[in-house]
């Protein structure tokens, strides 16, 4: 029997039906094509995105992006999981165009409810007031209209997580990017915002990430190299969390192109 699978999965066929098999149920690679996360993920990171993390999405061929498999529970997933959590980078279909991945992180869950006042993200968790004294300091707290807010919950632990102070409200800039009205995120959705807050095409232009798109969150990049193809050695094998530690507390000069992305 041994003999038999080895022989089956060392011809053509067994081996394309073992990629097909990792690619729908584990791992797709992925390129960063923008710069929304800088500096978290670079344009040019090439990684891979591990699709089990949030449930099982309905396997799709790849480029063709044909369903390989009905919608058995009409949420575009073969295995329903658990959701992304907050602060988590997620990849993601985009909604308007479900054969884009979007890369982003999720700032916000079902229930929460997200504001944005001069560049300041604010997010009431759908938990309570309670849960927001007993879990963030004070001076990280404001109070409106009975709620208790977050301000700028997640940058303190993903440090690439930035504003440019060139992009100012001068009146020629999108608004989103400056003041946003409170946001409930509706049920089985999610809120994303990129790192790179000032340049990424997000939520606060196009709104929630239903649970059907999702797809999963990266693993680790398996190379990486820069717009004149220079190899980044020192980003190769690496994983989101080891990145965020190497640029935690350390001043990062980023050269930001102009425009939404």
Known sequence: MLK???????SWTGTIVIVLCIIFFVAQAFVIPSGSMKNTLLIGDMLFVKKFSYGIPTPRIPWLEVKVLPEFHDNGHLITG?????GEIVVFRYPNEETVHYVKRCVAVAGDIVALQDKVLYLHPHEGNEYVKNN????QISEFDGKLWIKNPYRKDHPGIHNDPSVTDNG?????????SPIKVPENEYFMMGDNRDHSNDSRFWGTVKYKYIVGTPWFIYFSWDKNKEVRWNR???TVGSIEKDIEGKEIKINHEKGIY
Not at 82 to 86: A, C, H, V, Y
Not at 172 to 180: A, D, H, I, T
């Open 136 to 139: 963030y300091p004070l001076t």
């Open 4 to 10: 038999k699978i080895y022989n089956w999965s060392s």
């Open 172 to 180: 020629f800039n999108p608004q989103q990017l400056f003041n946003m």
């Open 82 to 86: 658990d959701g992304p959590k907050r």
């Open 236 to 238: 190769v094998f690496r």
